[in-house]
């Protein structure tokens, strides 16, 4: 709510301005640094959004679901994929550079989503919000695959044999521990795990990803997901680091005819160039392999090997757009409205907080090793596919 509140009355130069600096500099590079590749969806476990929501559905406060909780809609069929999140990642290639440097855009877009979650808690049931319109969970979904931690079932039969499926009851994301199969739906909210009479379920580390070896099959939306993330990491290494004044010019002033076109470029990249280029290798890849695999079921198949090369691309933006800006948080802690106070006497410390060569050879390590992990999970993928033939036809391919 201070975030909010600074953003709309406070000082509108976002260096200035508590709301940008801790929500675009502090916590958006805590998530792409720490959250997400360490912990997986630990911030989608106290994140403050849908928590009036899940107090009016519980009806009580700090209180689980039960039989007293408010039963809403199921969410609609139709809409239970990812393709909610990639327009909302569209969105913010557009406008990203409005609402990362504006302190009102930045509150209006979390007043927004405070309100939006709400009121989704009191039609939808359940975690509506958080499991398909959230930008941020999307984001969080996707790449939490790769992460060490996992809710798990230790017996099987266990959970099999227990009617009550208390664990389900209790679960604001609706999983079923037994049947869960990705990490990418789970909000580490640890329900299950108080719920659970048998001490059945626990919260274990893995080697980091493991899922990308042998991964539950991504659908097509969720590798549209994957390819628009990638490429709007491209895309804002370029606007916001990149030598290109009149890029960064026209993403600013957005109604403009500079503007129209860099939007309509960005449109044809994210959904036509790049995942005609993807689709185009894969293809080319079955043709070579003979895997046998249609250009679809090649699309989906492959698509693993897009969160490895996303999450090190956002990874390596993060540490290059965020140390030239870390020096401003003191100074904001110190004077949070920019209206001129010093309350830690830090108002005036700001320096570059640059180390270019430690920060390019930082960069291009973490690119090279998403990279490699791209091409060995693409190695094991397109194995495990040729060892899946059936070996009548494997030989009638075989050389000579």
Known sequence: MFTILSGLWGSQVGSHNFATIFVWIAWWSALKLFFIPIGGRTWCSICPLPLLGEWLQNRGILRSRDAQCLHGKSWPRAWRNAWIPVVSFLLVGWFGVIILTSPRTTAFVLLGLFVLATLLGLIYER?????YICPVGGFSGLYTRLAPP???????TLCTIHIEKTCYNVCPWGQYPLALKTSGNCGLCMECLRACPYQNISLSLRPWGIELSSPPKMRVDEVFLALVMLTTAGVDAAIFLGPWGALKSATYTVGSPGWWIFATAFLLLVLGIVPAFYALTTWIAQRIRKGGLSPKSSFTYYGPILLPLGLMAWIAFTLAFAS?????LLPVLSDPLGWGWNLLGLTNHISTGQTPLLSSALQTLILAGGAMIATKTA???SRSLYESIPCSYSLLHLPG
Do not use: M, Q
């Open 150 to 156: 996992a809710i798990r079932v230790s017996n099987t």
């Open 324 to 328: 030239t800006k870390l020096s401003y």
């Open 127 to 131: 975690r509506a919000f958080c499991r």
């Open 379 to 381: 190695r094991e993928l």
